[in-house]
């Protein structure tokens, strides 16, 4: 039998990067196994979902590459997959439930249950209904028809327990004390998580549920409703959750947790998705850079640990640089050229696509965010530089400042070819004669050529820029200082 997965988001939110490895997960498993990846969207919470979120939930998955054979957008032959389009479909398993005797229908008030709980927790229970809000079919019906509206429960038997082996973490047991009669059914008839998150995974034909540790205790519940519709359950895996450095649950305070703010702030998908990958898994040899059909090839789900895995944004950050390092110089321009692009307000002309051309490769290596490379390069593209002030006072006010620019205009005016030795031989021979090092010797002239202390490698830079601009921001900058 193929393995048929599923990844099951609630478009309650922006796909996260917990959700993220979920689905990664998931990919990574099939992907490995030859099976079938499902997307489904959880979307019974009329309230909380919106298209905008579902939407978000998609783009993310197709940016980061994760691609998936049925399920939402692509079909297949089980409908939508889409929950709020099958309430029919989850009213009739509880409907049969009921009728089997696996589930009942509670008239219970919300002040009798608040009662009950109350008394469990002094007890030191879980509540478990023990057939208290149980009336028999015929009485429900009666009140039914006379207009009551019941919540369906399911019946877990006691004493009793559920075991499964979890992928992750081994053998669990929940002890069916500790374990509700659930709601499935509520009683404006529209199914809980439990009830739709099962009937789905069981018509949907799923073998292996793998998801968040935080539903763990929802799988003996999902256990006994699989078994109580008949069917067999799939082999649940649970994954742990993702901290911060500090040790706490991963949310804002660690930085963006959307995909889509990380894809704004100039990460690659491949790194991320890699990054992603490790964060529980380990290939092995301690290898961490590891493109995707590498990982396919040696993914395995049973040696994923069940520790919670820290997510740090300044590894994510180093493992970005490392990816763009790899890029093609040209596919390092097109991936910059959007947020150059945005940052300029217009578009690049052909004269700026030479100089954008000439800088990037030395623009490559010191980037480890595609949004960092606007600001570096942004002095070659602007008819006029603006001056950093901090810069300007750091480097220009001090004295000698004036002769370093009059030596630096005169030799490089002089120069008959035009590129990086020739102006790197010149202004070492001009600082050699002044007698200055090359920091005191070259900042002034960075400055005035690209308005800050930081910049591209210079001699680079000049070369980019070309002689007749180079000469006349110097003599524009040699204005200012004097
Ligand atoms: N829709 C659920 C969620 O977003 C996941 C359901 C599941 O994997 O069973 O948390």
Known sequence: MTPRVRFAPSPTGYLHVGGARTALYNWLFVRSQGGTMILRSDDTDEQRSTPEFAADILDSMRWLGLDWDEGIDVGGPHGEYRQSGRLERYQEVADQLVEDGSAYSSFATPEQLDAFRNEARAAGTAPSYDGRFDVDQDAARARIAAGERPTIRFKVRRPGKTSFHDVVRGEVTFEHNQVDDFVILRSDRTPTYHLASTVDDVDYGITNVIRGEDLLSS????????????????????????????????????????????????????????????LGWNPGDDETVLPLADMVERFDLGTVSKNPAVFDTDKLEWMNGVYIRELDPGDFVEAVLPSIEASLDRPLTLGDRVRLDAIAPHVQERTKLLTEAADQVEFLLVDEVTFDEASWSKVMTKPGVVDILDAALERLAALEVWDVEAIEDTLRAMIAALEIGAGKGFQPIRVAVSGSTVSPPLFESLEALGQDESIDRLNRARAAVS
């Open 219 to 278: 799988t003996p519940k999902h256990i006994l409703l699989t078994e109580a519709m008949g069917a067999e359950p799939a082999q649940y895996a649970h994954l742990s959750l993702l901290m911060g450095p500090d040790g706490r649950k991963l949310s804002k305070r660690h930085g963006h947790t959307a995909i889509s703010a990380y894809r704004e702030a100039g990460y690659l998908p491949e790194a991320l998705v890699n990054y992603l990958a490790l």
